[in-house]
């Protein structure tokens, strides 16, 4: 018996071991700031997403994380990121270690994460999205063609943008991105990037809904 095909997933900003958000998304409730959230609130948050991921993501899929694995070193992810299913493939954000905005700290951290499980990191990638169905059967079954950056082109959930150095251009290709911790996937202001972050889906977001997202805005 063959092995199945492996599906591809998208997320972002999972933010383990992280108090503020944490504290924001609901498992710290009344702590007045995120110095009064504990320990067990904080793995409360973590084994969630745990949970979560295990639920959708196969031991065999391929999961895209855009950003921002966790706030803290990659040592202190070794009984979270091994219990995640798939193949690990990181996009850097800024809270990553690893990312080279890090300088010098960051010299050890890709192979610390590495270490963690995790099949590639790097600070930018493009991968290509079979299209639906539906799509398929007019097109031949042609994929789109999408960036991958932890950075949107455009947009922050700052005031103005941050870490404007390490952002992809905008020459015209879809970006799948995180960083903005938006409740939406999508902005009609904004048609070139999807936001594929944990704030926006509550899990992974599977190819075939990112798909169908590229070719609403196509049609």
């Keep these: 018996m063959s092995d199945p095909v492996p599906a591809m997933h998208f997320t972002s900003d999972t933010h383990f ?3 503020v958000l944490a504290r924001e998304r ?9 110095t009064d959230v504990c320990e067990e609130q904080v793995a409360a948050h973590d084994e969630a997403i745990i949970a979560t991921w295990n639920r959708h993501v196969r031991p065999h899929d391929i999961v895209w994380h855009l950003g921002d694995l966790a ?3 990659p040592r202190r992810l070794a009984e979270i990121v091994p219990r995640l299913n798939g193949r690990i493939r990181l996009v850097l954000g800024n809270h990553d270690r690893a990312h080279p ?3 010098e700290r960051s010299i050890r951290a890709p192979r610390e994460t590495l270490d963690l499980g995790i099949e590639w990191a790097g600070t930018f990638a493009a991968v290509k999205v079979p299209p639906t169905r539906e799509l398929g059967a007019r097109n031949g079954s042609v994929p789109h063609r999408v960036l991958l950056s932890h950075f949107p082109y455009f947009a922050d959930h700052t005031d103005g943008p941050r870490e404007t ?4 251009r905008d020459e015209g290709a879809t970006l799948l991105h995180g960083h903005t911790h938006s409740v939406s996937a999508t902005e009609a202001a904004l048609p070139r ?3 594929v972050g944990w704030d926006a889906w509550g899990r ?3 190819a075939p809904e990112i798909a169908a997202l590229i070719e609403d805005r196509i049609r």
């Design 71 to 73: 706030l803290v070193a």
């Design 204 to 206: 992974p977001a599977a």
């Design 26 to 34: 609901g498992f710290a409730p009344g702590t007045p700031s995120a």
């Design 17 to 19: 071991r992280h108090r």
């Design 165 to 168: 150095q390490w952002r992809l």
């Design 101 to 103: 905005l890090f300088g």
């Design 193 to 195: 990037q999807i936001h």
